[in-house]
């Protein structure tokens, strides 16, 4: 069974950056970072499916960026120019079927404890 432990979040003011950072023990075929603010469904910003290029969803495409080490098992998220709205706790998911890979919560088996990210203006 895999288990996710996330590293990284935090306080930034707006335009900073953060990385966070996601260990996972087993076998992962498509790793994911997702959000979620309180009251609203937990959001999909990016995957990383193994040997591919990773997707983004819009609201963070051209300033967050995943990269992933299929040798360490490790999923990186950095965070460029934050806004106020990127504030939310931040998830690390992962799954090990293929076809699987998405931005949809639904997909995923396996998710990390959580960290927070707030940005203030």
């Known amino acids: 069974q895999v288990q996710l432990v996330e590293h990284g979040g935090g306080s930034v003011e707006a335009g900073g950056s953060l990385r966070l950072s996601c260990e996972a023990s087993?076998?992962?075929?498509?790793m994911a970072w997702f959000r979620q603010t309180p009251g609203k469904e937990r959001e999909g910003i990016g995957y990383s499916l193994r040997d591919t290029t990773p997707n983004y969803s819009d609201s963070v495409k051209g300033r967050f960026t995943i990269v992933k080490d299929d040798d360490m098992n490790v999923l990186y998220l950095q965070m460029n120019r934050l806004k106020p709205e990127d504030t939310a706790m931040y998830y690390c998911?992962?799954?090990?079927?293929?076809?699987?890979?998405?931005?949809?919560?639904?997909?995923?088996?396996?998710w990390g404890q959580g960290t927070q990210v707030t940005v203030s203006s």
């Open positions: 087993g076998v992962t075929v498509c």
């Open positions: 998911a992962a799954t090990a079927t293929w076809g699987s890979c998405s931005l949809r919560a639904g997909q995923y088996h396996a």
